[in-house]
């Protein structure tokens, strides 16, 4: 498999290709994200008192972009599969803070695996190598 140098105009902790977020009640999620999967808050620019313009979460190596839905910018929430060190301890925490249950977790020939729905909307498959 072919690999490409990291471009060097890319800023430090980002990637070539990351996800951004719209959703409905930002903030929730970011809290959401720290309490289920450990992310860091790296940055958060307010459009106003109870709107966030835009914001970064650091997970590992990966950022995730996020922003609060205006009229301008509607809700565009995603689909994520993310590897972690225990899947069902992670799908269980994610359950616990408002995620539904697509999938039950089990045994794939990829790992441990199993989908839930956040309450903002975005769907992941959580994983862990057998």
């Known amino acids: 498999m072919e690999t490409q140098a990291k471009n060097p105009s890319i800023p430090e902790h980002y990637q070539t290709i990351m996800p951004y977020l719209i959703l409905d009640n930002a903030q ?27 914001a970064e979460l650091r997970l590992s190596e990966c950022t995730i972009m996020l922003a609060d839905s205006t009229q301008q910018y509607l809700k565009n929430p995603g689909a994520f599969f993310i590897y972690v060190q225990d899947a069902d301890a992670v799908y269980q925490k994610a359950i616990d803070h408002g995620s539904t249950i697509l999938n039950e977790m089990a045994d794939q020939e990829y790992g441990r695996s199993g989908g839930v729905l956040d309450p903002f909307g975005n769907t992941w498959w959580i994983t862990s190598v057998h």
């Open 28 to 54: 929730k999620f970011i809290e959401f994200m720290k309490s289920v999967f450990g992310a860091i808050e790296s940055l958060k620019v307010m459009r106003n008192e109870d709107c966030i313009q835009h």
